[in-house]
């Protein structure tokens, strides 16, 4: 079951550096939200204090109605970064089961199976092998098998494809359309790709230059399912041209 988050006067300032203006947001359960805005503008920042990996300077996060620590020590927040961070002595299938394997007494009773997930990636043939054996693209899906192993109603995805190729990062939007459609979970996606946040967001946050805020919630109405085919249509090109406008206006 998805959750809603819910952030009241979130900020985040390092000394006397200003990261992200006091801002408060309603994310929607089951919803897919991502943000876009110029590198160093305070996204990753403001996607690690709602994960719980970073401690706000005033605000509060709740998901849920709970807590981050809460939700993590849970295991019902899961969080994918831009590095596949695959551990390298540990086979493909093992590195999936990574996070259920850890503090085992914490791991839901009812996830997805991990094996089963990877037949969802197409990486069946690879459960034996080990990430050097792998291209970038599949130690990739193997990190979001690792992350939707957990069946958590929260992922939190850090850019999570942005060190790939334009054609396999393509092929890895309409993988991860897929896996939501089977496994539904509430999604905060961080990207610097106009495409890849109109093709797969329900509504898409424009931030501001740091110190962030919020300059435009952008509510995607493409009809879902969504393929790479809808990148083609004249109604996805007007909303990457108003996703543009807005980033520039920000940006001026």
Not at 132 to 160: K, T
Not at 241 to 247: C, D, K, N, Q, W
């Given at each position: 079951?998805?959750?809603?988050?819910?952030?009241?006067?979130?900020?985040?300032?390092?000394?006397?550096?200003?990261?992200?203006?006091?801002?408060?947001?309603?994310?929607?359960?089951?919803?897919?939200?991502?943000?876009?805005?110029?590198?160093?503008?305070?996204?990753?920042?403001?996607?690690?204090?709602?994960?719980?990996?970073?401690?706000?300077?005033?605000?509060?996060?709740?998901?849920?109605?709970?807590?981050?620590?809460?939700?993590?020590?849970?295991?019902?927040?899961?969080?994918?970064?831009?590095?596949?961070?695959?551990?390298?002595?540990?086979?493909?299938?093992?590195?999936?089961?990574?996070?259920?394997?850890?503090?085992?007494?914490?791991?839901?009773?009812?996830?997805?199976?991990?094996?089963?997930?990877?037949?969802?990636?197409?990486?069946?043939?690879?459960?034996?092998?080990?990430?050097?054996?792998?291209?970038?693209?599949?130690?990739?899906?193997?990190?979001?098998?690792?992350?939707?192993?957990?069946?958590?109603?929260?992922?939190?995805?850090?850019?999570?494809?942005?060190?790939?190729?334009?054609?396999?990062?393509?092929?890895?939007?309409?993988?991860?359309?897929?896996?939501?459609?089977?496994?539904?979970?509430?999604?905060?996606?961080?990207?610097?790709?106009?495409?890849?946040?109109?093709?797969?967001?329900?509504?898409?946050?424009?931030?501001?230059?740091?110190?962030?805020?919020?300059?435009?919630?952008?509510?995607?109405?493409?009809?879902?399912?969504?393929t790479t085919a809808i990148e083609d249509t004249l109604a996805f090109t007007e909303v990457c041209a108003e996703?543009?406008?807005?980033?520039?206006?920000?940006?001026?």
């Amino acid at each position: 079951m998805s959750v809603g988050v819910e952030i009241r006067g979130l900020s985040k300032s390092f000394g006397a550096l200003d990261v992200v203006r006091p801002l408060d947001l309603d994310v929607e359960p089951g919803a897919f939200v991502s943000l876009v805005g110029p590198s160093g503008c305070g996204k990753s920042t403001l996607l690690r204090m709602v994960a719980g990996l970073e401690v706000p300077s005033s605000g509060s996060v709740r998901i849920g109605g709970r807590s981050p620590a809460e939700v993590r020590a849970e295991k019902r927040l899961a969080v994918v970064p831009q590095q596949p961070g695959l551990l390298p002595w540990r086979t493909v299938a093992q590195n999936a089961r990574l996070l259920l394997e850890v503090n085992r007494r914490r791991s839901p009773a009812h996830h997805p199976d991990p094996l089963d997930l990877l037949a969802e990636v197409g990486l069946t043939d690879f459960a034996d092998a080990y990430p050097h054996e792998l291209s970038g693209g599949m130690q990739q899906r193997v990190a979001l098998v690792r992350g939707f192993a957990l069946g958590a109603p929260l992922v939190v995805m850090d850019e999570p494809f942005a060190a790939l190729d334009e054609i396999t990062r393509t092929e890895m939007r309409d993988l991860l359309a897929r896996l939501l459609e089977q496994h539904p979970a509430t999604v905060l996606f961080v990207t610097h790709s106009i495409a890849e946040a109109a093709h797969l967001s329900d509504r898409v946050l424009v931030m501001a230059p740091r110190p962030t805020s919020v300059v435009a919630d952008v509510a995607i109405a493409l009809p879902r399912p969504r393929t790479t085919a809808i990148e083609d249509t004249l109604a996805f090109t007007e909303v990457c041209a108003e996703l543009r406008r807005h980033l520039h206006g920000a940006m001026r």
